[in-house]
């Protein structure tokens, strides 16, 4: 099946900057690429995805690249708040897995203020 | 109504207990999940269900017993369990069950087994 992996485990960054998080993936045949994000005590929560038929996406400050021939994919959080700390998941999707998103193992990313 | 409601909250049980979770979805989704999440790491898929059959069973013991009564809700149904089974027990829901429609999670059931 596929295999996800996210790097880094922990982050931490000053209000303000950026957060970038990577996951790479095995399965070339995986086409969808979602992002949750997960608070203190609270659901996950879909924040960005992307396709293998784009290469970016943007959502104000988040935005998702792709790079299908390196089999990875990135999280970009710009001007980053407090509010955004929180564990984010990557996961990977083939479309033969009916239903079964294959996560990566989290990034707690914790923002300074 | 693009919520995913989970009752309980909070279940504390005995390993000789049984035990139901229940989620509801009022959202059309055809496609329900339930997921296991142990602090600090991702969900852990252990059923899908498509239109309202059970199309995915992850090599879950059988001392977890899921139904699906009807479209709209999802049970998760406990016997006997180890104290290794607890853990934040999600569900989840999608349009479809095409792994690339979003999934709508629940709040989950903490669920604590003594």
């Known amino acids: 099946g596929e295999n996800v992996e996210q790097h880094p485990s922990t982050l931490s960054v000053q209000e303000g900057d950026s957060a970038v998080i990577k996951c790479t993936y095995s ?6 690429f979602p992002w949750y994000k997960q608070e203190l005590g609270k659901r996950p929560q879909l924040i960005i995805d992307i396709r293998s038929n784009v290469g970016e996406k943007k959502d104000q400050r988040i935005a998702v690249t792709l790079n299908k021939t390196a089999k990875h994919f990135s999280l970009h959080i710009t001007e980053t708040q407090p509010e955004d700390s929180a564990v984010y998941f990557c996961a990977g999707y083939r479309g033969s897995t009916l239903g079964r998103l294959y996560f990566g193992r989290g990034t707690q990313l914790t923002v300074w203020p | ?4 409601t989970q009752t309980p909250k909070h279940l504390v049980m005995g390993m000789t207990n049984k035990k139901s979770l229940k989620c509801e979805q009022h959202m059309g989704h055809r496609a329900m999940y339930w997921y296991k999440q142990k602090a600090k790491k991702p969900p852990e898929l252990m059923f899908v269900y498509s239109y309202e ?28 369990l180890q104290p290794e089974d607890s853990a934040l027990y999600l569900c989840a829901s999608s349009q479809t069950d095409r792994g690339d429609y979003e999934q709508y999670f629940g709040p989950g059931t903490r669920l604590t087994v003594t």
Not at chain 1, 27 to 32: G, H, I, L, V
Not at chain 2, 1 to 4: A, G, L, S
Not at chain 2, 73 to 79: E, I, R
């Open chain 2, 53 to 80: 059959k059970l199309s995915i069973n992850e090599s879950v013991p059988s001392r977890f017993s899921p139904e699906c009564p009807n479209s709209s809700l999802l049970n998760l149904h406990l016997h006997a």
């Open chain 1, 27 to 32: 399965d070339s045949a995986s086409n969808y």
């Open chain 2, 1 to 4: 109504d693009t919520e995913v």
